[in-house]
């Protein structure tokens, strides 16, 4: 798959996060349609007290900047868990796994530094599907206000997924 305007790509919290702080979520969300859960916009609003007052997020708006933001209910998290034995994810990537896995459309994962997301990833056959911020970036040719943090680059995501396939 190449980039292309109107793309689904799933985005999970810390992908939100990272590109509200770096200034490239609006040039991303005009670009692609950006998909996610309920649990995580849920997630950008928690932990504020851990941010800086201009990396917190608007909820309004960041919903309105998504395509679509897909609900996910507790059967379907009983049905995630019985199948994969309940694996060690946040809610919120669990959530965006099972949305994804029900879409039935190409799209990409925007990566996630979290690396029991990367691990579930790659045991399901997604690995082709995770994309870095930094390559999307990179292709939107988007400025950044300040630097994107080394998990969220090409380089990082190529050493985990390079790792995962020679099973280090």
Not at 94 to 117: C, V
């Amino acid at each position: 798959m190449t980039f292309r305007p109107g793309q689904i790509v799933l985005v999970d919290t810390n992908v939100v996060l990272e590109a509200h702080r770096t200034g490239c979520w609006s040039t991303l969300a005009q670009y692609f349609a950006l998909h996610t859960v309920g649990k995580v916009v849920e997630e950008t609003q928690t932990g504020y007290q851990n941010r800086k007052p201009e990396e917190w997020i608007d909820e309004g708006a960041l919903r309105a900047s998504f395509a679509h933001i897909a609900h996910v209910d507790d059967e379907a998290r009983a049905e995630f868990n019985m199948r994969h034995g309940h694996p060690a994810l946040d809610a919120g990537e669990r959530d965006l796994l099972i949305y994804g896995g029900a879409l039935g459309a190409p799209a990409w994962w925007l990566n996630s530094p979290d690396m029991a997301a990367v691990r579930f990833a790659h045991a399901i056959g997604w690995t082709d599907r995770l994309v870095s911020l930094e390559a999307m970036v990179s292709h939107l040719r988007a400025r950044l206000r300040e630097d994107l943090r080394g998990n969220y680059t090409e380089r990082w995501l190529s050493v985990k997924k390079t790792d995962l396939l020679l099973n280090r």
